[in-house]
C-alpha cells in the first residue's frame, strides 16, 4: 500500500432521503465522519424520485410521470411501508407549516454529514421550492419528530410488513 500515492477521498454519492437513510447511517457515517476518513456526503435523490414531495400520495397521479412512464422504476416505493412513512412525514411537516418538499429537503441540506445534495426538477417551480427548501431550518422539535418516525420506519423501502402495529 502506498497511499501517499494516490489522492484521498473526499467525497461519497448515495442516495440519501428520509426514507432512504439506514445504509448510510448504520453503516458509513463513522468512517466518513470527520474524526475518522473525513469523506462528504454527497446525497443524491433527497426526495427519493419524487416521492417524498407527495405528489405520489394524490388519488389522480400525472400520467406522465416517473412513477407511470416506467413500470417497475420505483416498486420500492409502492410495494412496502413507504406510503405509511411518506403520510407521517408530510404530516410533521404540516404541523410546522411546511410542504413535504421542504421539510424533506430542508432535513438533507441541513444534516451534518452532507457535503452537498443532488437534486432534481421537472419544472421552474420544483425548482424554485428545491432551492428555497435551502433556506429553511427546522426547529428542534421538529427534528425530533421526524427521528420518532425513523425509529419507526427505519428502512421502509426494505422492510415490508415491519412496523405495521406501530404505525396502524
Known amino acids: 500500500r502506498y497511499p501517499d500515492l494516490y489522492p484521498n477521498i473526499v467525497s461519497i454519492q448515495n442516495s440519501y432521503s428520509l426514507i ?13 465522519s470527520p474524526r475518522n476518513c ?34 417497475g422504476f420505483m416498486a420500492r416505493y409502492k410495494d412496502s411501508q413507504v406510503e405509511k412513512a411518506v403520510a407521517a412525514y408530510s ?11 421542504e421539510l424533506s429537503l430542508s432535513w438533507c441540506y441541513h444534516r451534518s454529514n452532507v457535503a452537498s445534495s443532488i437534486i432534481g426538477a421537472t419544472t421552474l417551480e420544483q425548482l424554485e421550492e428545491n432551492l428555497k427548501a435551502f433556506d429553511v431550518r427546522l426547529t428542534a422539535e421538529c427534528l425530533e419528530e421526524i427521528e420518532d ?13 415491519v412496523g405495521k402495529k406501530a404505525a396502524d
Not at 20 to 25: F, I, M, P, S, T
Open 20 to 32: 432512504v437513510r439506514k445504509d448510510y447511517d448504520a453503516g458509513l457515517t463513522e468512517c466518513c
Open 38 to 71: 473525513n469523506v462528504g456526503l454527497l446525497a443524491y435523490s433527497p426526495l427519493a424520485g419524487g416521492i417524498l414531495s407527495g405528489k405520489y400520495a394524490k388519488n389522480k397521479v400525472d400520467e406522465k410521470a416517473r412513477l407511470n412512464l416506467f413500470p
Open 91 to 101: 404530516s410533521i411537516a404540516s404541523s410546522h407549516g411546511l410542504t413535504p418538499t
Open 149 to 161: 418516525v425513523y425509529k419507526v420506519f427505519t428502512d421502509p423501502t426494505k422492510a415490508y410488513g
